[in-house]
C-alpha cells in the first residue's frame, strides 16, 4: 500500500480532470464517494438558485418568459440528451424518476397493445418492480420477472407476446453494466419495445441511446447529473416514437395549444407531449448549473478516468481476505460504482463515515464506492482504502 502513495500523487498531479474538483462543494477533509446515491452540489448551483429566487422577486410571473423558464424542460432535456448520446428533441426532464418510469411503461404498453406480456428485470431497483407491477395490474398485462442474464431466454420462451421491457442499464448493488444495444435488438428482435433505466448510467457511461435504438428511457438527476436531492428526472424517447406515445399521466404542458385551457388534452407534436404539470423551477435550473463540469470534461474522459481508478481500487484491495469484489473487473462490464462484499456492511460503512469517508451500503453485506472521475483522485482511493484497512483491522 505504501509503495502506492507516491504513485497516486503523481497520477493526481498530471490528471486533466483534476481542476474539475474545485467546481464541486466538498466539505474539507471529506471523500465523497457516494455520487450513484447522491451526487454533491456542484460550486454553481447556489448561484443559479440565487439568480433564479432574484428573477422570481423581480418578475413574478413574467419569469415564465423573461427568464426561459417555459422552455427549461426541453432546454435541460437536450443538454442531458447530448450525454447520453442523444440527438435534440428527444429528452424532457421534470416530474421524479418514479413518474417519468410510469410514463415511459405505459407509453410503451400502448405501442403494442395486442402483445400482453410485460417483462422486467428482477434484480431492478425496487421501485422499477413495484411500478412493473403496478402497470401490469392496472393495464390488464401478464408480469414476468427474470433476471437480466436470462433475458435473452425469457424473449424467446415468450415470442410473439412480449410487449414492453422494463431493464436498469447498470445494476444499482453491483454496479455491473449491461450490453443496452445488443439486449436492446434481441428486444426488438421479440417484437418488443424497449425501456430503460439509465439512473446509474446517465452521467456516468457513455450510453448511445440514438445508436443503441433504445425506444424509451427514464434516468434521475440527483446521482451522477448532480442536481440535488429529488432532483427532477428525464424521459427519452425515440423521435420515431413520438407521433403514437400516449402517455398515462397528461398535463396542461403537454398539450398542443396549453393556454387556450381546452377541455381535453391534445398531446403537443414532439417530446413536449411528455410534459405535465407545471415543472419544479428552482430544481430544474438547479440541475441545468449542475450539468456544467460534466459537459467541459466531456462524457469519454470522465468515464475513462472512472474505470481507471476502480482498476487502482481492485489493486489496492486485493490482499484483503475479508473482502471479495463483486463488481466485473471486464471494464465493458461494469458502470461507475464498485461493489465490495465484507461482513457487516452497514457497520463498515458506518466506521468509514466518522472517518470523513462517505460509501453506502446494501445490507447485509455490500458496500458501494462511486468513482466518479469529475472529483475524485488517486490519493482519494488510497486515503479510503487506507481508512477501510484501520476500519477491518
Not at 481542476?19 to 465523497?32: R, S
Not at 433505466?197 to 443503441?212: F, K, R, Y
Not at 425515440?238 to 406515445?245: G, I, K, M, S, T
Not at 463488481?327 to 463515515?353: I, K, M, W
Request: net charge negative; glycine share 10%.
Amino acid at each position: 500500500m505504501e509503495s502506492t502513495r507516491g504513485w497516486a500523487e503523481k497520477e493526481a498531479s498530471a490528471d486533466p480532470l483534476a481542476v474539475f474538483a474545485k467546481d464541486f462543494l466538498i466539505p474539507e477533509g471529506t471523500l465523497a464517494l457516494n455520487g450513484n446515491s447522491l451526487g454533491p452540489p456542484a460550486a454553481a448551483v447556489p448561484i443559479a438558485l440565487s439568480n433564479a429566487v432574484r428573477q422570481w422577486s423581480e418578475h413574478l410571473i413574467r419569469g415564465w418568459w423573461d427568464d426561459g423558464w417555459w422552455d427549461a424542460p426541453e432546454r435541460v432535456g437536450d443538454r442531458i440528451g447530448r450525454l447520453m448520446g442523444a440527438g435534440p428533441g428527444q429528452v424532457v426532464v421534470g416530474e421524479s424518476a418514479s413518474v417519468q418510469l410510469f410514463n415511459a411503461l405505459t407509453a410503451a404498453v400502448r405501442l403494442v397493445p395486442e402483445r400482453r406480456v410485460l417483462i422486467a428485470d428482477a434484480g431492478n431497483f425496487p421501485t422499477d418492480r413495484y411500478l412493473a407491477a403496478s402497470v401490469a395490474r392496472l393495464l390488464g398485462l401478464r408480469l414476468v420477472e427474470t433476471s437480466m442474464n436470462d433475458l435473452p431466454g425469457a424473449l424467446a420462451r415468450h415470442a410473439g407476446q412480449v410487449g414492453a421491457v422494463l431493464c436498469g442499464a447498470v445494476d444499482f448493488r453491483t454496479g455491473e453494466l449491461w450490453d443496452v444495444p445488443g439486449l436492446t435488438t434481441a428486444i426488438h428482435q421479440a417484437g418488443g419495445v424497449s425501456v430503460w433505466d439509465l439512473s446509474h448510467a446517465a452521467g456516468a457511461v457513455p450510453v448511445q441511446a440514438d445508436a443503441a435504438g433504445v425506444d424509451l428511457a427514464v434516468g434521475c438527476g440527483y446521482k451522477y447529473l448532480s442536481g440535488g436531492p429529488g432532483a427532477p428526472a428525464f424521459l427519452y424517447a425515440a423521435r420515431r416514437h413520438h407521433h403514437a406515445l400516449d402517455f398515462a399521466v397528461t398535463g396542461w404542458h403537454g398539450h398542443a395549444d396549453p393556454f387556450a385551457m381546452s377541455a381535453s388534452f391534445v398531446p403537443a407534436d414532439g417530446i413536449t407531449r411528455a410534459r405535465t404539470g407545471t415543472p419544479q423551477i428552482l430544481s430544474l435550473l438547479a440541475l441545468e448549473a449542475a450539468l456544467e463540469p460534466l459537459e467541459a470534461a466531456g462524457m469519454a474522459a470522465v468515464r475513462a478516468k472512472s474505470l481507471r481508478l476502480a482498476d487502482y481500487l481492485f489493486a489496492l484491495v486485493a490482499d484483503l481476505d475479508s473482502v471479495e469484489i463483486v463488481t466485473p473487473r471486464d471494464p465493458h462490464r461494469r458502470g461507475n460504482h464498485v461493489t465490495l462484499r465484507l461482513p457487516d456492511a452497514v457497520a463498515v460503512a458506518e466506521s468509514l463515515a466518522r472517518r470523513g469517508v462517505i460509501v453506502d451500503e446494501r445490507p447485509p453485506d455490500l458496500l458501494r464506492i462511486c468513482l466518479n472521475g469529475l472529483y475524485i483522485s488517486w490519493t482519494d482511493v488510497y486515503d479510503a482504502v487506507t481508512h477501510l484497512r484501520e476500519v477491518l483491522r
